[in-house]
């Protein structure tokens, strides 16, 4: 038997997949003036370079640690702070 629902009451699975990809790719700066957008823009670039920075240097500094425990435990020497 025939469903007697129009396309209207019918779920489109399409249409939530489409619009999630429409506001992914919107351009929300475009209704800004220009001197905000160069804000907006160098906010989120600074962001981005600041959580790059930190990711970096705090693995770097997990391996350096890391290394140095290393070469203390192989030298039979304690990292820390001589005890008084």
Do not use: C
Request: charged content about 15%; aromatic content about 14%; glycine content about 6%.
């Amino acid at each position: 038997m025939r469903s007697t629902a129009n396309s209207s009451t019918r779920a489109r699975p399409a249409a939530p997949i489409r619009r999630a990809i429409a506001y992914a790719f919107y351009d929300w700066t475009q209704e800004m003036s220009a001197v905000k957008r160069l804000a907006a823009w160098s906010g989120l670039f600074l962001q981005g370079w600041a959580v790059w920075a930190f990711s970096v240097h705090a693995v770097s500094w997990a391996a350096a640690v890391g290394l140095q425990v290393k070469i203390f435990a192989r030298l039979g020497v304690s990292p820390g702070p001589p005890i008084a």
